[in-house]
């Protein structure tokens, strides 16, 4: 299945548009985050700065209150300086125009051990107290002995005299003024000493807490703010709702209580401290600064928190962003259509070159393409241009060269025909003449054989009649000595005839007793007589074996030269048909070697007649291809030339 692409101009278009969308987005997130980095900790920061400020604010005042009491404490330390009658009034008059001064003060109270009047007074908790406050704008007082038992007490005024250190009570409502009752309060407490450092009273000061609140409604950075004072001993103080004043600052608190706890402790420990929180009712993020608010060198610490929401942070870079988004939208649409306009001013030209390198694949050597500029462009059309004429000339001189190719191919493959057909003849004789060559080394080999078994047969006879020979005189020799024999007995039977004979006389002479030895002696003489005539006839054999030995001597040793002479030239046969047959076997290797070669001049010829087909056709089709292009030869060779 083809593959549809994409022209050029949608490529620059897809692609460049494609990047800066791209690189535009990866600005405007990088921006906003960073916008949204930036605002979350200046935010941030502004919050920690009011939290600090607002907790310097109410540190300046407490401590102002602070300081006005360790002063008048001061001055009444020296309580052993005055007359009784004086001291009272001094003291009086002192407390009065204190409280009229500091109209936010509820009451001033001055509390004395009796033991610091009275020497001799001995029990523990004895003391006199006087109160002034303010009913109704108008001044008024209230004062008491108190004749306490001996038993350790835990009030705040007992746990100040064992101190005997200056310290600002908890928040509280009062429960001892009437007139007061009902008012969340604190309480700044001196202890009063004599020169010594012994604990003879104590000047307190009680603040009503309602002023903490006009502190927090000015506590107001970002919409949504929660700001709140928390005593020491987690009452609130201040809260930007007033309905959780006077409760303690945990009971709202749910699943975020541990971040809190964790914030309220360090903030004890006089340090600063931020988190952020999810509150578990609207499920909003919330950023919370912590501020220890500190007063004069007393150990107990109260904080002040602010608690502001993070999308309410967020709300000035959210808008940033979408007003950053909304310039890059029309950015990108500017960019789209600068960069439409581009692309089309760079394709034109690539279109029209794309089109001419088309009409030259079609084989339209003769297109024209009409690109003028001072660019690459204009350097690629005219590269394209050139190309294309150089392509034309290229193209006439191949029409030309094919041509001389088909020829030069027709008349190769004609060569290579008759030098096929001549190789296969040469193969064929050659084939023949190494089976007749086989066949004569076959004969020689075979004559050679015979040469050899006729050499050493004719040896075997020359032996054989030596031995002959040998025989025929020791025969000779023998037949000699029978025939010696032979005459002894014939001497042998001559005697006993002559014997028979006598033996016959002297028979006859004894008469009747000599008849039978006369047949005896008739019997012998006619063994003598057969073997005279035996002997007679042995010795004519023996003579004429004798001869014929004699003569098969002679026969015997005129053939033994000519056998032997025989043997000779039988053998230099053999020798000169080894030669003749190591001759045939090199020819025949020779000739085994010509017909290998001739029949691979036969096979090189027949691929060589081939190949000249092969090269003739491919000729006419390299013409075929070549007319593909329309090319006015002539001319194109000429501009050549």
């Given at each position: 299945m083809k593959t549809k692409r994409l022209n050029l101009k949608t490529k620059l278009n897809l692609y460049i548009l494609t990047v800066a969308t791209i690189v535009y987005a990866i600005a405007i997130g990088y921006i906003s985050f960073q916008l949204k980095k930036s605002t979350y900790k200046d935010s941030a920061k502004l919050?920690?700065?009011?939290?600090?400020?607002?907790?310097?604010?109410?540190?300046?005042?407490?401590?102002?209150?602070?300081?006005?009491t360790q002063t008048l404490s001061n001055i009444l330390g020296d309580h052993n300086n005055y007359s009784p009658k004086d001291r009272d009034k001094f003291y009086n008059d002192l407390l009065v125009n204190w409280l009229k001064n500091n109209e936010s003060y509820l009451s001033v109270g001055l509390s004395w051990e009796k033991k610091a009047f009275d020497e001799k007074y001995d029990k523990r908790n004895g003391r006199i107290r006087t109160v002034y406050y303010r009913k109704n704008n108008i001044l008024q007082s209230t004062s008491e002995t108190l004749e306490e038992n001996n038993l350790y007490l835990n009030s705040e005024y007992y746990k100040i005299r064992d101190l005997n250190e200056e310290t600002i009570v908890d928040p509280y409502f009062d429960d001892t003024t009437t007139d007061l009752a009902g008012i969340l309060m604190t309480t700044v407490a001196c202890p009063i000493q004599n020169k010594n450092g012994r604990f003879d009273g104590l000047l307190g000061v009680d603040i009503s807490l309602e002023t903490m609140k006009d502190i927090i409604a000015d506590i107001h950075p970002f919409d949504g703010t929660a700001s709140y004072i928390v005593g020491n001993n987690r009452l609130l103080v201040a809260h930007s709702d007033n309905s959780l004043i006077g409760k303690d600052f945990f009971l709202n608190l749910q699943s975020e209580s541990t971040s809190f706890r964790s914030g309220f402790e360090e903030t004890l420990r006089n340090k600063n401290y931020e988190f952020e929180y999810v509150n578990s009712k609207d499920k909003k993020k919330y950023f919370v600064s912590f501020a220890p608010i500190s007063i004069g060198n007393i150990a107990k610490k109260w904080m002040i928190g602010i608690e502001v929401p993070v999308d309410v942070i967020m709300a000035d870079a959210k808008s940033v962003f979408r007003n950053a988004l909304y310039v890059g939208i029309i950015g990108l649409l500017v960019l789209y259509f600068l960069i439409y306009f581009i692309s089309n001013k760079i394709s034109k030209p690539i279109i029209e070159g794309v089109e001419f390198a088309k009409s030259i694949s079609s084989g339209n050597l003769e297109a024209r393409l009409e690109i003028r500029q001072n660019d690459e462009t204009g350097e690629l059309a005219e590269s394209l241009s050139a190309m294309a004429e150089k392509l034309k000339i290229i193209i006439a001189e191949v029409i030309q060269s094919s041509n001389k190719i088909a020829d030069s191919s027709l008349d190769l493959a004609r060569f290579a025909e008759q030098l096929s057909e001549g190789s296969d003849t040469q193969a064929s004789s050659a084939e023949e003449i190494s089976a007749s060559m086989e066949e004569m080394v076959t004969g020689i080999q075979q004559n050679t054989q015979n040469a050899q078994e006729t050499k050493n047969i004719a040896q075997l006879a020359v032996k054989g009649i030596r031995e002959g020979n040998e025989y025929t005189q020791t025969l000779a020799t023998s037949i000699n000595d029978i025939a010696e024999r032979v005459s002894i007995i014939g001497d042998i039977s001559r005697q006993t005839n002559l014997?028979?004979?006598?033996?016959?006389?002297?028979?006859?002479?004894?008469g009747e007793h000599g008849k039978g030895f006369a047949v005896v002696a008739a019997e012998v003489r006619k063994l003598a007589e057969r073997s005279q005539q035996a002997t007679k006839e042995i010795d004519e054999l023996s003579s004429n074996g004798v001869k014929l030995a004699n003569r098969t001597k002679i026969k015997l040793t005129e053939i033994i030269p000519n056998i032997e002479k025989t043997a000779i030239l039988v053998q230099q046969i053999a020798i000169a048909s080894l030669e003749q047959k190591t001759g045939a076997y090199q020819v025949s290797e020779a000739i085994q070697q010509l017909n290998i070669i001739t029949q691979q001049n036969a096979e090189f010829s027949s691929t060589f007649f081939r190949n000249s087909e092969d090269l003739a056709l491919q000729a006419e089709n390299l013409k075929m291809l070549i007319a593909y292009f329309s090319v006015d030869r002539e001319k194109s060779l000429k501009v050549r030339e």
């Open positions: 919050a920690t700065a009011y939290t600090r400020e607002y907790r310097n604010k109410v540190q300046d005042d407490l401590n102002q209150i602070m300081v006005s014997l028979a004979l006598n033996a016959a006389v002297e028979a006859a002479r004894a």
